[in-house]
């Protein structure tokens, strides 16, 4: 489990172009905590997790929600 989570983790914040330390700050952890998930020594928690896929659910699809509705208009 730990390695799904560490994947998960990691391709989220490159995917937002973010450092270990700009992440920690944006989910309300610290640096170590956002490597202890990266290096597989521990699992984000439930609500933890929840707000990183949210992030990275909210930041993704917004230029394709932009693009759709700029041809409608």
Known sequence: MHNAR???VTLIR???G???TA???LIGVSQ???SKWENGKEDPTPLHL???RAIA???KPAAPQGASV???A
């Open 50 to 52: 929840e707000g990183i």
């Open 6 to 8: 560490m994947s998960e």
């Open 14 to 16: 490159q995917g937002l």
């Open 32 to 34: 170590g905590t956002v």
């Open 23 to 25: 992440f920690a700050k």
């Open 18 to 20: 973010l450092n270990q």
């Open 70 to 72: 700029g041809e409608a």
């Open 57 to 59: 659910a909210k930041t």
